[in-house]
């Protein structure tokens, strides 16, 4: 039988303690609007799940899917931005 101890030293060579790193931090904030929208719409859609659609709740739906469109647009339009060099 072959042994990994030799290899433990490659594989925590770097240990891990959990926390993102600042530059994951900053991507979740730059993403924070379609993480909120889409939450809006789970919300949404999960308050229909017992009981008959109403109109209120189809419009509420409705527009809850719009903010997420809109939040994933303005997402897209700020990284495509970003990387042509433009403005932010």
Do not use: C
């Amino acid at each position: 039988m072959k042994s990994i101890a030799a290899l433990q030293a490659v594989v925590t060579a770097t240990p891990f303690d959990g926390e993102p790193s600042d530059a994951e931090l900053v991507a979740i904030e730059q993403e924070m609007p379609l993480i909120l929208a889409d939450v809006e719409l789970l919300d949404a859609v999960i308050k229909t799940l017992d009981r008959p659609v109403s109109k209120l709740d189809e419009r509420r739906i409705r527009r809850a899917r719009n903010r997420v469109v809109a939040a994933r647009r303005d997402l897209t339009n700020r990284a495509t931005l970003m990387q042509s060099g433009g403005a932010a």
